[in-house]
Every structure is written in structure tokens, then in C-alpha cells.
């Protein structure tokens, strides 16, 4: 009998299809990906957030007894850690262990900023002042390819929490800006987070982003105040939140009921405080005066300004008032759990233990040698802590689901894809109708893709009283959106495509595709009901001729990827 080649297709259909080809039902996927994450995240309390209101001390970190890391540890480490495992990096990990990998990566510095590769290919040329001709192949470029992955992953986590988006930064040269401002992010993802709060403050992409750019003081003859959305951003969402926390995350009560964490009146004082913050340039021939830091300006307010219980006396300079108004935040108790809990939340897992939570924040708090905010040290306090470590449970605080770019990124990395020409032209991935409903650097608003405490209604997750962020962007159409992107892209000879030279030698035996793929991708956590099922639709592919071996790679590639296990990493 002759060997037919079976198309990989994902589509959606009113009814059911003869065809060999996998369908993917919109009336399936949404319920089956919900159902998964329940079953990753599956009852047994709240991660934190409510309860008696009492400070849990939090014990030394517990540090797992490791023997060999295994592959499939060595995988789920560096889903955690990178934006995609690769065999090379599998191999390293179990050579250097957790502890010698991250060291290695914390030791790396950058290759090349977002800005000087821009420039490099000459983008900095007055055709595109206005326009964002550059931005998005930047990023990806960096995000698949640049070693320092540790850097590129916490960046993308900082980017999530202290969000700008490209299309909300009114100024020309927007994609210099805004490199610049991913730049700030990745080069101090190591340094301290004091730090972070100072670049992020006194750049111009934040600026315009938040709308404090130019920021004038009040002025009582026509009753204007300043701009107050810097302000309230930079507490609610960056550093402390709406409602005071103990160390572990859990919330403070009065009466049973949250504390505040700040006033309207300490909004309306930190204001004044971001005024008068300009670029040090009128010339916008070039895109430079974007990569230098903010100076302040004659709109600087000069009477005295209070919020959170400090006073800026009237006559300060400007700059000391805003390293005063830094200052304060950064010594505020809701820091280290609020800024630990979303780090743990972008790296690991949706729904850290209290316990989990506090031993970061007490790192965050003091990293041994009295120092506070030393992000080193909080970056391997989450990524060695004994729950992110230990193999998975399947208990109700294990999990996340894995984000759409993350899923690119990680078939990218993992089958060697690339740019032949250097052009990096995957462009915007943010539709959710055709493509992945994410694409970094594009948030729509200053509350990312997707909020931290997001809980999907009337599901098993939101009844369990946990929470599940990346499901604020997946539903039917999203996940259809993104199997079908996937499969093209999975399957594209264009100038971005994957190297499958070395997944190929393996493409005649279909149990050693299969379980290929799964350590590289999923860690080796797709069931064995699931890639029988994904082992029987390659076996249905022929073996004859290249076009085939390449279409059993592309199937078993693109259906682990659509998997629940897959897509709920653990």
C-alpha cells in the first residue's frame, strides 16, 4: 500500500471533518486548557491574601537534596529560567548544576543593547522619526537568540510588572525609545532594584507612557494640579499595591477587612514630586536625547509635598525630592512580598505558597550582607527555593500557565530557529485572532496583557481561590488563533525558520520523536495517554521520502505544543 503524506492543520469547523488531519474545535480547547490548569492548580486554599492577618515569619529557604539533575529536571529548571530549554543548555545545567548555571548567567554581560544593534543597522536615519521600524526584531532577536537568557527572562518579567507599551509612548523615534526603555530593564535585571526605580523614573519612554513628561507644578490662579498617573501607577501597580501585606504576601486586616496601603491625598503629594522631569534636548534629528536619563526643569514644584508620612520640604531640588520620594517606596514593608510574589508568579508558578513567598521577600528584605533589593540574590532565592525545585506534585499551589510568547520562544530555542538574513521579521504577535494574543514590549495598557490577581470566573480555579493571570487572554479564539500560527510557523522555509537537522535523525522511530520533544519542550510532563495519542497520529505519517520524516516532526512538534500538559506547565 502506498504512503500518504497527512497535512497538519489546525481549523475551525461548524462539523466534524473526515479528514486524517488533528482538528482543533473552538467548542473543546477553552474548557480543556481551564480543566487542565484546575487540575495543575487543584483545590487546597488560597496562595495568600485574606485570612487572619498575622506576619509569618519566614524560615531560611530550604535547600532540596540534589543528587544528578536529570534531563527532564534540567528542561522544567530552564522553562523557568529562559525563554526556551535547548539540549546544549539541558547538558549544562546537569554539568553546572542550578546553582553553577545561574551563577555562570549572572556573570554574563550584555552582547549587545536593543539600541546599538538598531543602530548598527542603520535604523537611526530621519525615514523612520516616526515610525516603529526596528522595534519588533530587536526583541525577538534578543529573546531567541542572546545567551544571557537568565537576563532576557527576569527582563521580560520586569517589562510585565513595570509595563510600557510601544503605542502608548507619544513621541518620535518611539522604537528607540522604547528600546531604550527595555534596555534600562535588562541592563540593571542583575543590579538593584533601587536602581530599577531610578532609570525607570527618568526615562523618556516611561515618561510619556504615564504622561509625567514635562509634568508642570499646580498653579492656583487656573486651579491646575500635575498629572498624577505616574504616581498612582508607581505604588499601585510597581512597588507596594493597594493593600498592605505581610512578608508572606497575605494581607493585613482591621476590623476583617484590608488596610490601605495609600491615600488619594498621598497620590495628590507624590505628584508634585514628578514634576518638572523633560528630556535634555530639543533636537529630535537624532533619537539620543530618548537614551539619556530625564533632567528636571523650571515646572519643578517647589512647595513642600508629603505622602506615605514623608515630607519633601519646600525648596528641595528636584532631584533630591524625587530620590526622597524613591527612597521612601523603596523602604516601604509591602515591597519585598508585593515585587517578590510577581517575580515567583512570572517565573514559576501562579499561585507561590505564603511560605514560598516569604522566604523571597526576606532575601528581598536583607540578601545576608544587610542589603535590600539586591535582585541577584532574589533571583536565586526564587529559582533554587525548595517548591520551585522539587519535582512536580500536581499540588494547588504547582503551575502556571505557560504564556504565548513563551510557547514561541520555546520551539524557537528548542529547534534552533532563526533569521537567516538577520531581519527578524516576525513582527507584531499581539492579535488574538491570528496570532499569539501577546508580543512583548505591546501591552495595550499599564496593566500588561494580563493582571497578576486574574481568577476566570465560574471555574474550578476562581472556586479554589486561586488564580490563573495568563487566562485573561486565552479563550477559543485566542488558543485556535495560536495553533494555527504555530502550525505555519512550525512548518515555514521562509527567512525565520527552525533547523530540524538534528530532530530529524530521529523522525523514523516515532517514540524517540515523540519523547524528543516532549523533554525538550515540556520537561517530560505530556502524559502517556497524551503521546500515545500524539505517537499514533505520527505513526499515520509515512517514512519514505524526506517530506514525510519532515511532516512526523512537524506533527509531533505542533501537537505536543496544543497539549494541556504542555501548555499548563508545572
Not at 529557604?61 to 530549554?85: D, E, H, Y
Not at 510601544?166 to 532594584?193: C, E, H, K, R
Not at 538577520?422 to 493582571?451: E, H, K, P
Not at 485566542?478 to 527552525?498: C, E, H, K, W
Request: aromatic content about 6%; hydrophobic content about 40%; glycine content about 10%.
Amino acid at each position: 500500500m502506498g504512503e500518504t503524506q497527512h497535512p497538519v492543520e489546525f481549523v475551525v469547523e461548524e462539523a466534524p471533518s473526515e479528514r486524517a488531519a488533528p482538528l482543533l474545535r473552538t467548542s473543546t480547547v477553552a474548557p480543556t486548557l481551564a480543566l487542565a490548569l484546575a487540575a495543575c492548580d487543584s483545590a487546597g486554599g488560597s496562595s495568600g491574601g485574606g485570612g487572619g492577618g498575622g506576619i509569618v515569619s519566614p524560615a531560611p529557604t530550604p535547600t532540596p537534596t540534589i543528587a544528578a539533575v536529570t534531563q527532564q529536571q534540567a528542561s522544567r529548571f530552564l522553562a523557568q529560567a529562559t525563554m526556551g530549554a535547548t539540549k546544549a543548555e539541558i547538558a549544562n545545567v546537569q554539568s553546572r548544576g542550578y546553582d553553577g548555571w545561574i551563577t555562570d548567567q549572572l556573570a554574563m554581560t550584555r552582547a549587545t543593547s536593543h539600541w546599538d544593534y538598531m543602530v548598527s543597522k542603520g535604523l537611526n536615519v530621519a525615514a523612520n522619526i516616526n515610525n516603529e521600524t526596528g522595534f519588533d526584531p530587536t526583541m525577538w532577536r534578543q529573546l531567541i537568540g542572546d545567551p544571557g537568557q537568565l537576563r532576557q527572562r527576569v527582563g521580560m518579567a520586569l517589562l510585565e510588572i513595570m509595563v510600557v507599551g510601544i503605542s502608548g509612548v507619544q513621541l518620535n523615534w518611539v522604537q528607540f525609545a522604547m528600546a531604550g526603555y527595555v534596555d534600562v530593564l535588562l541592563d540593571n535585571a542583575f543590579g538593584n532594584f533601587r536602581t530599577i526605580l531610578d532609570k525607570i523614573t527618568t526615562n523618556a519612554a516611561m515618561a510619556s507612557f504615564l504622561t509625567f513628561l514635562n509634568n508642570r507644578k499646580a498653579n492656583a490662579a487656573t486651579g491646575s494640579v500635575p498629572d498624577e498617573n505616574y504616581a498612582r501607577e508607581l505604588m499601585q501597580l510597581f512597588t507596594i499595591g493597594l493593600y498592605q501585606l505581610n512578608i508572606d504576601g497575605s494581607r493585613k486586616l482591621s476590623g476583617g477587612l484590608p488596610i490601605d496601603t495609600y491615600t488619594q491625598a498621598d497620590v495628590s503629594g507624590l505628584a508634585r514630586v514628578f514634576t518638572g522631569l523633560n528630556v535634555d534636548s530639543s533636537d529630535g534629528t537624532t533619537p539620543d536625547r530618548y537614551r539619556r536619563a530625564l533632567i528636571i526643569n523650571g515646572n519643578h514644584e517647589t512647595g513642600a509635598s508629603t505622602f506615605l508620612g514623608v515630607t519633601v520640604p519646600a525648596g528641595t531640588a528636584g532631584a533630591a525630592a524625587v530620590a526622597t520620594a524613591l527612597d521612601t517606596i523603596f523602604a516601604h514593608a509591602n515591597i519585598p512580598p508585593f515585587v517578590s510574589k510577581q517575580l515567583i508568579q512570572k517565573l514559576v508558578t501562579s499561585n507561590p505558597s505564603p511560605a514560598y513567598i516569604g522566604r523571597v521577600a526576606a532575601v528581598f528584605a536583607n540578601n545576608g550582607s544587610g542589603v535590600r533589593g539586591d535582585m541577584k540574590a532574589v533571583i536565586r532565592a526564587i529559582l533554587m527555593d525548595s517548591e520551585a525545585r522539587a519535582d512536580p506534585s500536581g499540588g494547588a499551589n504547582a503551575g502556571k500557565l505557560r504564556e504565548p510568547v513563551m510557547r514561541m520562544t520555546g520551539w524557537a530555542r528548542a529547534f534552533n530557529a532563526a533569521s537567516i538574513s538577520d531581519a527578524w521579521n516576525i513582527g507584531d504577535t499581539s492579535s488574538s485572532s491570528t496570532r499569539l494574543a501577546q508580543s512583548m514590549g505591546r501591552s495595550g495598557s499599564v496593566f500588561n496583557f494580563f493582571r497578576p490577581g486574574y481568577s476566570p470566573p465560574n471555574t474550578a480555579i476562581s472556586s479554589a481561590g486561586l488564580v490563573a493571570p495568563e487566562m485573561q487572554i486565552t479563550n477559543e479564539l485566542s488558543v485556535v488563533a495560536y495553533i494555527n500560527y504555530m502550525s505555519a510557523l512550525i512548518t515555514s522555509t521562509g527567512d525565520f525558520r527552525a533547523d530540524y537537522t538534528d530532530i530529524l535523525t530521529k523522525a523514523a522511530d516515532s517514540q524517540a520523536l515523540v519523547d524528543e520533544v516532549n523533554l525538550v519542550l515540556a520537561a517530560g510532563q505530556v502524559g502517556s495517554a497524551t503521546l500515545a495519542q500524539i505517537k499514533a497520529a505520527v505513526d499515520s505519517i509515512g517514512t519514505s521520502t524526506p517530506a514525510l520524516l519532515q511532516n512526523r516532526v512537524s506533527a509531533a512538534i505542533l501537537l505536543t505544543m496544543a497539549s494541556p500538559e504542555y501548555l499548563t506547565c508545572k
